[in-house]
C-alpha cells in the first residue's frame, strides 16, 4: 500500500497567471500535516487538485488506492435551510445514526438548542463547526482542510483543533493553516511550507 500522497510536478494557472509551477511534496498518510504559506501561493488550488475538483495543467497527484476525500471549504457550502444534524447526515454513511451527529456538534460548542434551528440562524463561527463535523463523520480516509479554524475565537479555535486531533487519528489530513500556534495546537505536525 503507498503509504504517501505524491505531488508530482503539479503546475496550474488560471488565465495566464501561473499559481503552482512544478510543485512536489509527499505527504506521509495516517497523520495530519499542515499546508502553510502567504495568500495566493496556491494552498487552495492544491486542495481542490488532490479533491479532483481540478486538473493540473501538468504533473499528476497521487493518491493511495481507492482513496476517497473529504473537504472543508473555506466557504461553509451549508444547506441554509436544514439544522446541523441534517447538513451532516446529507454526506454520512448510514451507520452514522443522528444521535452521533448530534454528540459530535455539541462536543464542538453547539447546544442542544442550536441543533433544533436552520443553520441560516448561525453564527460564523457556529457553521463553520458544523462544516467541521460534516467533514471528520463523512468517512472519507483523506481529509482536505482549507482554513477550517478561521473565525473562531481562540478557545473555541483550541477546542475545535482538539477535536479533529481526537477523531482524525490515524486518518490523513492536509489543512491550510495562516497560524503558526496550530503547530503547537496539533503537537508539531509536519508543515508543508509553500512560497
Not at 486538473?55 to 476525500?69: W, Y
Not at 445514526?97 to 441560516?120: Q, S, Y
Not at 458544523?130 to 463523512?138: D, G, H, K, Q, Y
Request: net charge positive.
Amino acid at each position: 500500500m503507498n503509504d504517501w500522497i505524491l505531488l508530482d510536478h503539479l503546475s496550474k494557472s488560471f488565465d495566464g497567471k501561473r499559481v503552482l509551477n512544478e510543485f512536489c511534496a509527499q505527504i506521509q498518510t495516517g497523520r495530519i500535516t499542515l499546508l502553510m504559506g502567504p495568500s495566493g501561493c496556491g494552498k487552495t488550488t492544491l486542495l481542490r487538485l488532490v479533491a479532483g475538483l481540478e486538473r493540473p495543467d501538468s504533473g499528476a497527484v497521487i493518491l493511495p488506492a481507492a482513496s476517497k476525500t473529504g473537504m472543508v471549504f473555506q466557504e461553509d457550502r451549508l444547506c441554509e435551510g436544514l439544522g446541523a444534524v441534517k447538513n451532516v447526515a446529507l454526506v454520512c454513511p448510514r451507520s452514522v445514526d443522528r444521535a452521533k451527529i448530534a454528540e459530535h456538534l455539541l462536543a464542538l460548542g453547539l447546544t442542544a438548542e442550536d441543533l433544533k434551528n436552520p443553520v441560516r440562524t448561525f453564527s460564523g463561527g457556529m457553521k463553520r463547526r458544523v462544516a467541521i463535523v460534516r467533514a471528520v463523520l463523512c468517512g472519507a480516509p483523506i481529509l482536505l482542510m482549507d482554513e477550517p479554524l478561521k473565525g473562531l475565537d481562540a478557545q473555541t479555535r483550541q477546542r475545535a483543533a482538539q477535536y479533529i486531533a481526537a477523531n482524525c487519528a490515524n486518518r490523513t489530513v492536509l489543512m491550510v493553516t495562516h497560524d503558526p500556534q496550530d503547530i503547537a495546537r496539533f503537537e508539531n505536525p509536519p508543515v508543508l511550507q509553500m512560497n
